[in-house]
């Protein structure tokens, strides 16, 4: 079983700065098969990357996804006031699909 | 509109049984993947099962293996979640989500409102 963890917990940033997510996997993520989340209070998740770094649909370019392997990362390159929120990622490479914890960017 | 609409969530004892709905719209229903994941409050999310377009690939996380089972109805463009023998820390909000794939998970890429289940005494 594949066990995600993110890092950090929280992340205190203001508008304009660069934020850099990270995501470690207890074994090899087979054919990049990860995924990121963004989940704001009180709404479904949205899927903002998948196969490490192709963004989906809709989604701002500002989002990037990259990693391979074991380490993963989301960096938001400018962050703008409806970015704050929390953020997980998630394999498909081997069953059980695991979550990792989640990383809450917060404003500072 | 691409929509899903979770159903069946509410108020169950210890040990007592719960089907979740889960009706699709605006898009070929049995082109894709389906999956449900859950949120305790306050928690992150978690995973619970996933199904393949033609049911024949099915997978569950290990807290709810042999007590959940997932099935789809295409002729109907329905998800269901039946919930045997239920415990407290089943207690979540369930989300129905959409797959970009039929088959292989790839990102879950549409999501439903969800649904409250609330397991107590």
């Known amino acids: 079983e594949i066990v995600l963890t993110q890092s950090p917990g929280t992340l205190s940033l203001s508008p304009g700065e660069r934020a850099t997510l990270s995501c470690r996997a207890s074994q090899s993520v087979s054919s990049s098969y990860l995924a990121w989340y963004q989940q704001k209070l009180g709404q479904a998740p949205r899927l903002l990357i998948y196969?490490?770094?192709s963004r989906a649909t809709g989604i701002p370019d500002r989002f990037s996804g990259s990693g391979s392997g074991t380490d993963f990362t989301l960096t938001i390159s400018r962050l703008e006031p409806e970015d704050f929120a929390v953020y997980y990622c998630q394999q498909y490479g081997s069953s059980p699909w695991a979550f990792g914890q989640g990383t809450k960017v917060e404003i500072k | 509109e691409v929509q899903l609409v979770e159903f069946g969530g509410g108020l169950v004892q210890p040990g007592r049984s719960l089907r979740l709905s889960c009706a699709a719209s605006?898009?070929?229903?049995?082109?894709?993947?389906m999956h449900w994941v859950r949120q305790a409050p306050g928690k992150g999310l978690e995973w619970v099962s996933s199904?393949?377009?033609?049911?024949?690939?099915?997978g569950y996380a290990d807290s709810v293996k042999g007590r959940f089972t997932i099935s789809r109805d295409n002729a109907k463009n329905s998800l269901y979640l039946q919930m045997n023998s239920l415990r407290a820390e089943d207690t979540a909000f369930y989300y129905c989500?959409?797959?970009?794939?039929?088959?292989?998970?790839?990102?879950?890429?549409?999501w439903g409102q969800g649904t409250t289940v609330t397991v107590s005494s």
């Open positions: 989500a959409k797959d970009l794939r039929s088959s292989t998970p790839m990102g879950m890429d549409v």
């Open positions: 196969g490490a770094s």
């Open positions: 605006g898009f070929t229903f049995d082109d894709y993947a």
């Open positions: 199904i393949s377009w033609s049911s024949g690939s099915i």
